[in-house]
């Protein structure tokens, strides 16, 4: 891969190869620009290429090279759609074509060009609209190039004899640049209140990210000194939130030359302050760039915020003593991206419009149904942000939703407004948001005293909600089609993370990490082994790790939910209300209310509070169902006073049927590996017996990942009378068939050399009980003898070598030479004429007997061969069978670099020497 910075290059034309034009194909619409016309419109300032194999994994590489490249050149908000385009380019080329990718990005003034290459130059244009290509929902031909047309401003397909080249050009959006002008002049009754002394923090950033100065109001907003935050990065201390759809993170909004905006700052005492910050990209001193941020208490906003600038024609003109318009200044504007500065923009001119304590802002769902707070000012909005009521409530206050109503004192009516349930409002207005007819919101003001507002109060406010309903539904749409396009490229990365293991605990771990912090705050898993079985908290995750432990401690105390099947989310309110009550008993044990003494509980108080905090908001509970069985629950919750918005949770209810299925297929791989790693086992004896004054030692390596036992097998069993039986074999295949008649000759030799018949004769008949298997029959190589001490030290062996590589006799001079006669295998012939021979093992002569898979061990055109054993075999003299057979081990591994592709197997037999071993 290779990347690079070039100012001023066009983008590059494919060349013919071959003296032939170059063809195109270009869509109704989306043509290809002419090279004049290229130039006119774009300059490349960088570009980056990367080639990809035709495999699998390749189509994950370059959606992460060009989610990277983007990103890194600051285009976050095009990075979802690129990502998708690419991913659907790629796998046309790598998975359907099955030849190598070309990907090449570059970057212009205006937007970005990607390039997707392939070597199989072959047409396939669906026709836009055409009966054959939509007509079957399953057809996945030119799927491709329909999302290009969906997604990409500009796209074409290029042909050449040897390639095929797809493109799409992605435009940048428009964002404000320069500075906002300032509102309007606002009558003294207009301006917004302060409750306290206002404080602006005042903090400098270098380009590394690092604090460079803080004022006196940042140490008293929030309570580190300057020495304490001097030197450390910003991102240490900011709580940036996280959204779906959205790319800008706090590193990206200090690049950038103005920002403004919302997020939080973890205080000193733990708790994150929700502030409204102002960036300045300046130069320090040294010519060095760096960023001042101006930070305020977020229901101060008012302070820093510039109103967004309405047209000239719009703001100019009027009479000097004309009323000014609070909302004039969103009449004409283009939809924001941030809808909830917008929102939170309406709310505080609707609060100082009609003189109210408090204002807040819902938004309607798509159905109409259910409104959900988005905005509010004066009120404790963290404690209703994304909650939900319904339209129809019955008589009370959204039962006339689609109408303005005024109440005049709520105490008379309790509950007709729930938002303002405990608030100490008593007199409010709402009006409705509508679109052509359609309901899309309400927005209401509060006042704390009764009686404060009529009709005509009402009639204003509703004019007022008239004129900038269609800015706040734009922005919702847009905002909508942001969270579903970054939802897509969500579950994408997750689909691919998902599928990229079968192990139990990485996929835990892989669905926790998937929702925190995107999806919520914390998480815990619980799995359900089988219909019997409680559930069991398998995995917790927090996005601060120290309070992992106290979350998973608390609900190891709580009963799991309940294994419910059905889909969607359900609100689980265990969690919280015994964090509260646990939280309420530790602090009245602390303040001495418990009848104990105060100081002896103490230390405990902060991580107790601290845990009631994380879990003391809503939690949701999602079934994990895969095969129509639960085996499973997804756990989100969200601190205190926090609630879940409604695409959230059906982005998780999508990713917990995805992690099920991976969970379960997991289960299901376990279950096998294990029911597998079980029988293979049952094919080795599970331990040797010690045959009194022979040493015996054995090696054995199974090829291939995961795999204990192979085609080679091995044995040493007692007969009688101090006679052992040993054999090591070799057979033909791998799998089950294999398997099969692995277990059937090490079981048939212990039964048939335990009846007393000789070696011959035992491997007669397991030939026959071989050829009986019919269509599962295989031919086996097989070393088969008898082991018997003898007084005088040495040790006297019977041995039947029926096909098998011949034993290797090591003598104490360092002769070596074959033990045996090479004589037919088994079961290819149905009448064998066996032969034993007898072999004597003088004290320290070795016995080495091995399967093919050594002597076969090749690098290159080489191979060890028998040659190769005995030379390394020489060098054994006077080792112990347990050198013997690890030096010959370490010899056949190290001829080759590659993993061996055979089973192998050693068996070494020594016996001692009279004097050398004492």
């Known amino acids: 891969m290779t990347t690079g ?38 300059v490349i300032t960088a570009r980056a290429a990367a080639s ?34 690419t991913s659907e380019l790629v796998t046309n080329a790598v998975v359907h074509a099955g030849t190598s990718a070309d990907l090449l990005c570059l970057r212009g003034d205006d937007g970005v060009r990607i390039e997707v290459s392939d070597r199989y130059p072959e047409r396939e244009i669906p026709v836009q609209g055409s009966a054959v290509n939509m007509g079957s929902p399953d057809r996945e031909g030119g799927r491709g190039l329909q999302l290009c047309a969906a997604l990409a401003g500009r796209w074409g397909v290029e042909y050449t004899p040897t390639h095929k080249t797809v493109w799409f050009r992605l435009d940048l959006p ?38 460079t100065a803080w004022n006196e109001d940042a140490e008293e907003l929030f309570g ?103 909302f004039e200044v969103f009449i004409g504007s283009p939809a924001p991206d941030d809808l909830d500065g917008l929102l939170q923009r309406t709310v505080e001119r609707a609060r100082d419009m009609l003189d109210g304590d408090s204002a807040f802002l819902l938004l309607a769902t798509d159905d109409e149904t259910e409104l959900e707070v988005r905005a509010s000012t004066g009120l404790p909005s963290a404690r209703q942000r994304f909650a939900r009521v319904p339209v129809e409530a019955g008589p009370g206050r959204y039962g006339s939703a689609r109408m303005p109503a005024v109440h005049e004192d709520l105490t008379a009516m309790p509950g007709a407004v729930p938002l303002l349930n405990g608030t100490g409002m008593r007199s409010v207005v709402t009006v409705p948001l509508k679109v052509e007819g359609r309901l899309t919101g309400s927005l209401g003001v509060a006042a704390e005293g009764a009686g404060r507002y009529s009709n005509e109060e009402a009639l204003r406010l509703q004019f007022a909600a008239d004129r900038i309903a269609l800015a706040v539904e734009s922005a919702r749409l847009g905002e909508l089609e942001r969270l579903r396009r970054g939802s897509l490229s969500f579950l994408v990365e997750a689909s691919d993370l998902l599928a990229g293991t079968l192990d139990r605990d990485q996929t835990l771990a892989l669905m926790a990490q998937m929702t925190v912090p995107t999806l ?156 597998s790693q079980s029988l293979q086992r049952s094919l080795l004896p599970p331990e040797l017996p010690t045959v009194e004054g022979v040493e015996v030692e054995v090696i054995y390596r199974a090829a291939g990942e995961g795999n204990e036992v192979g085609g080679d097998f091995y044995d040493l069993f007692p007969i009688s009378d101090g006679a052992y039986g040993f054999a090591i074999g070799d057979v033909c295949g ?67 070598c029926a096909g098998h590589p011949l034993p290797l006799r090591l003598r104490q001079d360092g002769t070596v030479e074959p033990a045996a006669d090479p004589q037919p295998l088994l079961g290819v012939l149905e009448d064998l004429e066996l032969y034993e021979q007898t072999v004597t093992l003088d004290p320290g002569d070795v016995l080495l007997c091995v399967t093919d898979g050594v002597t076969e061990r090749r690098e290159g055109p080489r191979m060890l061969g028998d040659d190769g054993l005995a030379d390394v075999l020489t060098t054994c003299t006077g080792l112990t069978a347990g050198a013997v057979a690890a030096r010959i081990m370490r010899a056949v591994e190290r001829f080759a670099s590659d993993a061996p592709s055979d089973d192998m197997a050693i068996l070494a037999m020594r016996v001692p020497g009279l004097h050398q071993d004492q």
Not at 307 to 319: K, Q, V, W
């Open 5 to 42: 910075l070039i100012p001023g290059e066009q983008p590059p034309e494919p060349r013919p190869t071959g003296g032939l034009p170059q063809q195109r194909h270009e869509p109704d619409g989306h043509g290809t620009m002419s090279a004049d016309d290229r130039s006119r419109s774009s």
């Open 52 to 85: 990809f194999e035709p495999v699998g994994r390749s189509v994950a590489s370059a959606r992460s090279f060009v989610r990277d490249t983007l990103q890194g050149w600051g285009f976050g908000d095009i990075v979802d759609d690129a990502v998708v385009l």
């Open 174 to 211: 428009e964002r404000p640049v320069g500075t906002r002008t300032a509102g309007p002049s606002l009558p003294p009754d207009l301006l917004p209140l302060a409750d306290t002394r206002v404080r602006v923090a005042v903090v400098q950033i270098d380009r590394a990210g690092s604090v």
């Open 224 to 326: 580190y000194t300057a020495e304490q935050v001097t030197g450390k990065p910003l991102t240490d201390f900011a709580a940036w939130p996280h959204t779906p759809g959205t790319g800008t993170g706090i590193a990206e909004a200090l690049q950038l030359s103005r920002w403004e905006g919302s997020y939080g700052i973890r205080g000193a005492h733990g708790r994150v302050i929700p502030v409204y910050a102002s960036h300045l990209r300046v130069r320090d001193t040294d010519g060095e760039p760096s960023t001042v941020c101006l930070l305020v208490r977020d229901h101060e906003r008012a302070v820093l915020q510039t109103p967004l600038r309405g047209p000239a024609s719009e703001t100019s003109g009027g009479s000097e003593g004309q009323s000014t318009d609070p």
């Open 520 to 675: 919520a705050t914390w998480c815990a898993v619980y799995t359900i082994a089988d219909q019997a079985s409680e559930p069991d908290l398998s995995y917790v995750l927090h996005e601060d790790e120290e309070l992992i432990d106290g979350i998973k401690s608390l609900l190891s105390k709580i009963p799991p939910p309940d294994p419910v099947p059905t889909p969607g989310a359900r609100v689980w309110s265990a969690p919280a209300e015994i964090a509260h009550q646990a939280a309420l008993r530790t602090s009245m044990r602390s303040l001495g209310l418990s009848g104990g003494p105060a100081h002896q509980v103490t230390p405990g108080i902060g991580p107790t509070l601290a845990t009631a905090a994380a879990v003391g908001g809503e939690t949701v509970v999602l079934p994990l169902v895969a095969r129509n069985r639960v085996i499973g629950m997804l756990t989100l919750g969200k601190p205190t006073d926090e609630h879940f918005r409604q695409e959230i949770l059906e982005l998780a209810e999508d990713l917990s049927r995805r992690a099920a299925l991976a969970l379960d297929n997991a289960r299901l791989y376990s279950e096998r590996t294990a029911i």
């Open 734 to 800: 791998t799998g089950p068939n294999a398997a099969a008649v692995t277990g059937l000759a090490r079981h048939a030799l212990r039964l048939l050399a335990r009846e007393g018949l000789s070696g011959p004769a035992v491997l007669e008949r397991l030939n026959s009980a071989i050829l009986d298997e019919g269509a599962r029959s295989r031919f086996l190589t097989l070393l088969y003898g008898e082991l018997r001490p003898q007084e005088d030290g040495s040790a006297e062996l019977k041995v039947v």
